[in-house]
């Protein structure tokens, strides 16, 4: 009899927010590893905004997912049969290994991890995509200087948190923005935000951008993108000259009926936005991060240690079990989880 | 008694296009110079598209003119009266001596012209503010490298014809897009453009979007934007990886009502301007050209011995009449001018 593993794959693409029927979770055979492959046992899965967009039949950066295909994730587990001689049974892996109990993928596809150096759940997270997207935006296209402020939502997410702390340890002013009073009790308490707002405390972009005309008193010089929507319209009459703007994301937008150019959206306009560039001289730049992974290396060298020392805190938010995944990414995309979202598997 | 010059004052602010009720023609007291200042009676005055904006009361990179005051413009002229040791009567100077016969001014703030060198008007227009925006947005923001695909609108104005001018000069593919056949013609057959559309002929953003794929077969590296609206729409799903868009202008959106978050503009939507972004990997970087003047030097080393030997042309349209500058100016805002527009003085 073949043996089998689990995935959940994609049954229908969603219109506007996803629900349990764009999902499926089925039974598949487990594959065996052909030539250079190594098959992995996946103990956590991350769940991340990008993935709406996969959802979606839109050109992007990335292929969508097909119907009946695997939902995309990166996961860490166990390799229990490698035809790579860089991998043994019991070592540990990074791969992109899907919605899935278990994954199939050539070995050089695949990072290596240890997990007696960081618990294995921080390769998805502040060691892992989401704090590289965030150390590797504000570096390279936020461009801070020693004094400037930052502001930066879904501050206690794995990119926020990591953009707010590597901006407070080179001398920034780091104003976060996120959903409720005990995340934004967490942005400043456990990363340090000089302070941070809940967004859902303000019923207009105008009041919001009063709040925040209140917290960034120089203004704003950075505004790391990862939400779009009200939040970018509270940010830009705020912007100072020769600001910046990385985008990484906009999950507020993510469901916006796949964001074509009929998109209802009430604010910021487009001659808005196109205005605020130009008579603030701004700097924006849209990233993926997968371009990318050539500074990875630098990025571990300086975030690793201070991670294990304590000096770069996390969060994470772990559900259990691959059938609940659905629901969990779910409740993320509408902001319920707090820290970097997780899957157990094993 | 004393001596009379002229002025067009702002009136009234405009509600979207303006109005001639908001000009007004008049005579004021000629100003004596005082220290270390020069008068210069007008000869040529620039009209640009960037006065729409300071004719109203918003926040931008420069004060509005206040009602009652002289609008802004560029002009050349004579010098007719100086307490500056670095200009005497009988020399030229560029300055920004506004919709006016005449302009008193530091020293310090005017720039000497060589009548013997080009001609007056040319400093207005290919070698003055209009050229050097379009060289050195290009240059600084646009990076351009041979073999790459550009795309400015305006194609036949100061600023693109430089544009185009430039890119083909470097080995780029240039297209243009412009108002109306002739534009058209003029853009491919003076500027060498490689081909030119003319948007009036386009019934839709999408229209225009298909007739622009079918001039880029290589999709888009670099649109330089000074238009806005329509075009943009039909140029961002085109754009490639890693393409630029510098921003000096939206033409199409300065009389949308202020530009406020709650200006109706159809498409293209903000979401689809950020996504666009996001996916294509775009670095969009505003600029006004009055930050960039320790960069003239180096614009004016290069591009006048071109216009001097005929490599690089120039159109010019030219009104007479201070008295005609708002006709033309509001004219110019819908396209009716051929090239640079200017109005003769003297």
Redesign the interface.
Same mark, same amino acid.
């Given at each position: 009899m073949t043996e089998q593993m689990y995935h959940i794959a994609l049954a229908s693409r969603p219109e506007g927010a996803p629900e349990p029927a764009n999902f499926r979770h089925e039974p598949k055979a487990l594959p065996t590893p052909g030539e250079g492959e190594v098959l992995v046992r996946v103990h956590y899965m991350s769940l991340d905004p990008y993935m709406r967009?996969r959802m979606d039949d839109a050109? /992007?950066?990335a292929a969508p997912v097909p119907i009946g295909g695997t939902m995309e994730a990166g996961g860490v587990g166990e390799v229990i049969a490698s035809n790579d001689p860089k991998f043994k049974p019991g070592d540990f892996a990074f791969g992109m290994f899907g919605w899935a109990s278990h994954g199939c993928l050539p070995g050089k596809m695949l990072r290596r991890v240890d997990p007696a150096q960081a618990p294995l759940t921080t390769s998805l997270g502040v060691l892992g995509m989401p704090g590289f997207t965030g150390w590797y935006g504000l570096m390279q296209h936020g461009r801070p200087q020693r004094g400037e402020t930052l502001v930066v939502a879904a501050a206690t997410g794995p990119v926020g948190s990591m953009v707010g702390q590597v901006a407070k340890a080179l001398g920034l002013r780091a104003v976060g923005i996120a959903g409720g009073a005990e995340k934004c009790a967490m942005a400043v308490d456990k990363f340090g935000f000089d302070a941070c707002l809940d967004h859902r405390a303000y019923d207009s972009?105008s009041d919001l951008r009063k709040a925040l005309a209140d917290q960034c008193p120089n203004g704003i010089d950075i505004y790391f993108?990862n939400v779009?929507g009200r939040v970018?319209?509270a940010v830009l009459?705020l912007m100072n000259?020769h600001g910046r703007i990385p985008?990484?994301?906009?999950i507020a $937008?993510y469901n916006?009926g796949g964001?074509?150019?009929?998109?209802?959206?009430?604010?910021? /306009?487009?001659?808005?936005? $196109?205005?605020?560039?130009?008579?603030?001289?701004? /700097?924006?730049?849209?990233?993926?991060i997968s371009?990318h992974w050539n500074r990875f290396p630098d990025f571990l060298a300086e975030i690793a240690p201070k991670v294990a020392a304590g000096e770069i805190a996390y969060a994470e938010d772990v559900a259990e079990g691959l059938e609940n995944a659905p629901a969990a990414f779910m409740s993320m995309l509408k902001g319920g989880n707090t820290g970097k979202q997780i899957v157990k598997l094993v």
């Amino acid at each position: 009899m073949t043996e089998q593993m689990y995935h959940i794959a994609l049954a229908s693409r969603p219109e506007g927010a996803p629900e349990p029927a764009n999902f499926r979770h089925e039974p598949k055979a487990l594959p065996t590893p052909g030539e250079g492959e190594v098959l992995v046992r996946v103990h956590y899965m991350s769940l991340d905004p990008y993935m709406r967009g996969r959802m979606d039949d839109a050109k /992007s950066y990335a292929a969508p997912v097909p119907i009946g295909g695997t939902m995309e994730a990166g996961g860490v587990g166990e390799v229990i049969a490698s035809n790579d001689p860089k991998f043994k049974p019991g070592d540990f892996a990074f791969g992109m290994f899907g919605w899935a109990s278990h994954g199939c993928l050539p070995g050089k596809m695949l990072r290596r991890v240890d997990p007696a150096q960081a618990p294995l759940t921080t390769s998805l997270g502040v060691l892992g995509m989401p704090g590289f997207t965030g150390w590797y935006g504000l570096m390279q296209h936020g461009r801070p200087q020693r004094g400037e402020t930052l502001v930066v939502a879904a501050a206690t997410g794995p990119v926020g948190s990591m953009v707010g702390q590597v901006a407070k340890a080179l001398g920034l002013r780091a104003v976060g923005i996120a959903g409720g009073a005990e995340k934004c009790a967490m942005a400043v308490d456990k990363f340090g935000f000089d302070a941070c707002l809940d967004h859902r405390a303000y019923d207009s972009a105008s009041d919001l951008r009063k709040a925040l005309a209140d917290q960034c008193p120089n203004g704003i010089d950075i505004y790391f993108e990862n939400v779009g929507g009200r939040v970018l319209a509270a940010v830009l009459p705020l912007m100072n000259p020769h600001g910046r703007i990385p985008i990484c994301g906009m999950i507020a $937008w993510y469901n916006a009926g796949g964001l074509g150019s009929g998109a209802q959206v009430a604010e910021p /306009s487009a001659p808005a936005l $196109w205005r605020n560039i130009l008579v603030r001289f701004l /700097s924006v730049n849209g990233f993926i991060i997968s371009n990318h992974w050539n500074r990875f290396p630098d990025f571990l060298a300086e975030i690793a240690p201070k991670v294990a020392a304590g000096e770069i805190a996390y969060a994470e938010d772990v559900a259990e079990g691959l059938e609940n995944a659905p629901a969990a990414f779910m409740s993320m995309l509408k902001g319920g989880n707090t820290g970097k979202q997780i899957v157990k598997l094993v």
